[in-house]
């Protein structure tokens, strides 16, 4: 399981943007062409984010519909793989979207003076 490598990097960057405050909610965006499965994350973030200033964070994951180019008439083509075939013929397709993992958002309690 991969996402577990990748959750603990997420963790890590963010509890060292965080600089020891406890963070409430983090945005991911994860590109479906990207092969990280939003639900194997959100398993590995409960696990990874205890005890640690995430511990109780919400998860939030929008996902990031794939889309692709094409290099010859640059049409765009809405994918469900890495590949595909244009309306033109052409197979040449640059991906533009859809390959994602992004922390889009952390959101870290202000405290009150
Ligand atoms: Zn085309």
Request: charged content about 25%; hydrophobic content about 45%; aromatic content about 2%.
């Given at each position: 399981?991969?996402?577990?490598?990748?959750?603990?990097?997420?963790?890590?960057?963010?509890?060292?943007?965080?600089?020891?405050?406890k963070?409430q909610?983090?945005?991911?965006?994860?590109?479906?062409?990207?092969?990280?499965?939003?639900?194997?994350?959100?398993?590995?973030?409960?696990?990874?984010?205890?005890?640690?200033?995430?511990?109780?964070?919400?998860?939030?994951?929008?996902?990031?519909?794939?889309?692709?180019?094409?290099?010859?008439?640059?049409?765009?083509?809405?994918?469900?793989?890495?590949?595909?075939?244009?309306?033109?013929?052409?197979?040449?397709?640059?991906?533009?979207?859809?390959?994602?993992?992004?922390?889009?958002?952390?959101?870290?309690e202000?405290?009150?003076?």
């Open positions: 399981m991969h996402e577990l490598g990748i959750t603990q990097n997420i963790v890590a960057i963010v509890a060292e943007h965080a600089k020891g405050k963070v909610r983090v945005l991911l965006e994860i590109g479906q062409l990207s092969a990280i499965l939003p639900d194997a994350v959100r398993f590995c973030f409960d696990i990874c984010t205890q005890n640690t200033v995430l511990a109780g964070a919400t998860l939030e994951i929008k996902e990031i519909p794939g889309l692709g180019r094409c290099c010859q008439c640059s049409a765009e083509i809405p994918l469900d793989q890495p590949f595909g075939i244009c309306k033109c013929g052409s197979t040449r397709l640059d991906l533009i979207a859809g390959e994602e993992l992004k922390i889009k958002e952390i959101e870290i202000e405290l009150c003076v």
